[in-house]
Every structure is written in structure tokens, then in C-alpha cells.
């Protein structure tokens, strides 16, 4: 019986050893290995480890598609600077030489680097018969749409884009030209003349209403009280009165800043969303197929 | 001797299964259910009473605030709709600014709470559930604008 459980324990042991031996020859951390591993993770959009183990594999090889998807990588976590370094080691060699500056431009417009990506484009000799290179040049006007600096003439910043598209854009280069921005200093002069005038005029118009309502009572509390000779009370209200009135000057010209505010966002927001949505960005390849 | 051999035995055995009673109630422990609180979190603003003021005017105006806080806000409850409230506004504005920007502000800020109607539509919400609304937008310094869409959470006040 002792035997054959020696036996038993003898024959177990042999077969496990197989089992290791089969799993070294394996060898799951040659690069190749390693970057199928990075490839899986890639499309796994586990874009964090996979440049880990593109890395990795860069170590002891050599490839520009791996660099490249690096770059997409760190580009997709948000890791702008690490994106732009990546594509940027991308020799003119390659064969994504040219997507890779491409990318490297755009990686600095959505970073918000417009005066960069401005620089960049018309210092980077970038190859204008590459299919791609009317992103850069639709995205290097619309770079001027985001920035406080003088605009291109209408009729040659229109001609940048498809006929189609003109007239939204057009409409956005009007803003931008002549933007609707209330004036703080109208507003508290309106506000003086009547006051919560300059609140309706930077369109709070509650705030005006209430406004011209407290001002109204506490100068008419004021009043009465002088006419009954309750002197006191006619201070107390003239002082509330003043207060009021004077805060809502003020209030109005700081509506007016919020107002100008307010609309600058929405138009940065509705530019952000027109880009998205009309695909002036470089196109991804896919590397998931 | 197999006999003693095989009490050895047993009693590792018992050691044994003792030993690993005691892992399987520290586990048991591990993976108990937490205490768990229905109570709601404390997002109230807490008042501070300090007086670190040099400045004569912001000394007299943090006295009055003490007073109002101490005798009639705390006992009122938080009642303001606005985040900072009013009061803490007023104190943050005169820091801010002076006195008089300060108080222009503030008079502002009381007319635009009296407004009912309009909040919802031009104020974004602090994580206590009020409308956020800091004195830096109302500096008059447009680079002090930190503009925030209506109905949003800001979660860095």
C-alpha cells in the first residue's frame, strides 16, 4: 500500500514538473509577447498599461508603429506633453512621420497652446500634399477664433473651409469680429438713471424688477417719514436707500462683466462642440481591426 | 509508542482545526458588514468667531457679524440660499476689496436675494445643495471671473 502511494506521489510530481517545463518554454515576457500583451491592452482601451508594455517592448526593439501608438496613448489619457515628445521621436523615415506631426500640432490646439499651435504650423515644414495636412490648416484658422489676436480677412479665412460649412463658420467669425458684449459702464449708467435698468439691460431681469422695488420703497419709507417728521426713521431709510441704490449701480456694472463672460464661454463651448461634431480633427486610425 | 505517536497527531490536529477557527473569525471580521449612517453629511458652514483682524474697519464689521451670527443667524438656522451666505460674503468682499467696494457688494448681493425668481437660472449650486456665489465675480476684475454654467456642482469651492 506504502508503495503505491510512494508511487502515486512520484508519478504526480513528474507530471507537474511537465507542466512548468511547458509553460517556460512559453516564455510569456519576450517582446514579442509583450507587445501583443501591449496590443491587447491598447484595444482594450487600457491605454495606461498598454504604454507600459509598449515601453517596455521599446527597450530591446525597435518600432515606429509602437512609438506611435504611444503617443495615441498618452494622447487618449490626457497626458499631452508625453503625447507630443512621443510623436515627435518619430523619424522622417517612418511611415507616420507625417500623421505623427500632425497629431503633435493638434495634441497642442486641444491642450488649448493656440498661439503655440500657430507657431508650430508655420515653423514645422509640415508636407502640404500629405491627404491630411487640410486638418492642420482648417484647425491653424480656426486657432484664431480662441485667441485675442487680430483676424485674418473674412474672405481668406472663409476659403480655408468646405462651401458647405462657410456660413456656420462665417456666423462664428462675425462673433468673434464683433462680439454682443454689454458695456459695464452703460449699464451703470442706466442703473443710475433708473435703478435695476442696468440688471434688465444685462438680461437679469428679476434682479432689475426687485432692484427698482426696494430702491422705490425705502425712498418712499424715506420720504414719509420726513413729511411725518419722524426724522430718525427717514435717515434709517435714505441710508438703506442709498445703499441699495448704490450697490445696484454697481451690481450692474459687474452683471454687465458676467454677462460678457457668460457669452464668451457659450461661444468657446459652441466652437468646441462645432469642431467635434464636424470632424476637423485628424481622423484615428484603427489599430483594433 | 504508536500510541502516543497518534495523540501527537490528534492533538495537532485539534491545534489545528482551533488555528483555523481563529482565521475564519478574523476574516469574518474582515468582511463583516460596516456600521452604516442614514445621517445626512455636515455641509453646514461653520462660523468662525476669531477676531485676527488688525484693520480698524474690518474689526468692527467682524464685531457686528459675531453679533449677528451669535444672537440671530445660529439661532435663525441656515437659511440663506446663497453659498457663501450673505453675511460671510460681506465679510469675504471687504477683505477682498475695502469697506466701501465691500459694501456696495453686499448691498448687491441682498437685492439678488430677495430675487425669487431668477436664482435657478444664473447661479450653478455649492455641494451644500445653495447657489454658489463668490465675491471673486464681482471684483470688477474681469481676470477674477471664474465663470461656472447655471445648475452645475461646483466641487471646488
Not at chain 1, 508503495?3 to 512520484?10: E, G, M, V
Not at chain 1, 480655408?160 to 463658420?169: A, Y
Not at chain 1, 422705490?216 to 420726513?226: N, P
Request: proline letters at 4%; charged letters at 20%; hydrophobic letters at 40%.
Amino acid at each position: 500500500m506504502n508503495k503505491i502511494i510512494f508511487l502515486l506521489i512520484i508519478f504526480c510530481t513528474n507530471s507537474f514538473s511537465q507542466e512548468v517545463r511547458s509553460t517556460q518554454s512559453l516564455n510569456l515576457f519576450s517582446p514579442t509577447n509583450i507587445k501583443k500583451f501591449g496590443d491587447y491592452l491598447f484595444c482594450q482601451h487600457d491605454y495606461l498599461r498598454a504604454s507600459i508594455e509598449y515601453e517596455k517592448y521599446l527597450q530591446n526593439s525597435f518600432n515606429d508603429t509602437v512609438s506611435f501608438k504611444i503617443g495615441l496613448a498618452n494622447l487618449a489619457m490626457g497626458k499631452f506633453e508625453n503625447a507630443s515628445n512621443k510623436f515627435l521621436s518619430i523619424s522622417q523615415n517612418s511611415v507616420f512621420y507625417n500623421l505623427s506631426r500632425l497629431e503633435y500640432l493638434q495634441a497642442n490646439f486641444q491642450t488649448g497652446n493656440y498661439d503655440t499651435y500657430r507657431d508650430l504650423y508655420e515653423n514645422l515644414n509640415l508636407n502640404s500634399h500629405y491627404k491630411y495636412f487640410f486638418k492642420a490648416r482648417e484647425l491653424y484658422s480656426f486657432s484664431f477664433l480662441f485667441t485675442d489676436n487680430p483676424l485674418p480677412q473674412k474672405k481668406i479665412f472663409l476659403n480655408t473651409f468646405p462651401e458647405g460649412e462657410q456660413n456656420k463658420i462665417g456666423e462664428f467669425y462675425s462673433w468673434k469680429s464683433d462680439p454682443p458684449y454689454k458695456s459695464p459702464v452703460t449699464a451703470a449708467l442706466l442703473s443710475t438713471v433708473v435703478p435695476g435698468l442696468g440688471k434688465i439691460y444685462t438680461h437679469k431681469y428679476s434682479d432689475g424688477i426687485f432692484a427698482f422695488v426696494t430702491v422705490g420703497i425705502l425712498g418712499y419709507l424715506a420720504y414719509a417719514d420726513f413729511h411725518a417728521n419722524h426724522n430718525f426713521r427717514g435717515w434709517l431709510f435714505s441710508a438703506l436707500g442709498a445703499g441699495f441704490y448704490g450697490g445696484n449701480i454697481y451690481g450692474s456694472a459687474a452683471s454687465a462683466q458676467i454677462f460678457n463672460a457668460e457669452i464668451k464661454f457659450q461661444f468657446f463651448n459652441d466652437l468646441k462642440n462645432f469642431l467635434e461634431e464636424h470632424n476637423y480633427f485628424v481622423p484615428l486610425i484603427n489599430f483594433c481591426k | 509508542m504508536v500510541n502516543k505517536l497518534s495523540a501527537f497527531l490528534y492533538f495537532l490536529l485539534i491545534i489545528l482545526f482551533i488555528s483555523l477557527n481563529l482565521f475564519a473569525q478574523i476574516e469574518n471580521s474582515k468582511w463583516g458588514k460596516a456600521d452604516y449612517s442614514y445621517q445626512m453629511p455636515d455641509r453646514f458652514e461653520h462660523r468662525d468667531y476669531s477676531f485676527n483682524e488688525k484693520n480698524p474697519e474690518r474689526f468692527v464689521l467682524k464685531s457686528v457679524l459675531n453679533a449677528y451670527w451669535f444672537f440671530i443667524s445660529d439661532v435663525d438656522g441656515n437659511n440663506c440660499s446663497f453659498s457663501p451666505t450673505c453675511s460671510h460674503f460681506f465679510l469675504l468682499s471687504v477683505k477682498k476689496t475695502n469697506i466701501i467696494q465691500g459694501s456696495l457688494m453686499f448691498f448687491d448681493r441682498f437685492t439678488r436675494d430677495m430675487d425669487i425668481f431668477g436664482k435657478v437660472d444664473h447661479y450653478p449650486y455649492a455641494q451644500n445643495g445653495h447657489y454658489y456665489d463668490p465675491p471673486s465675480l464681482y471684483m470688477l476684475k474681469k481676470d477674477s471671473i471664474n465663470y461656472i454654467p447655471p445648475s452645475v456642482v461646483v466641487k471646488n469651492e
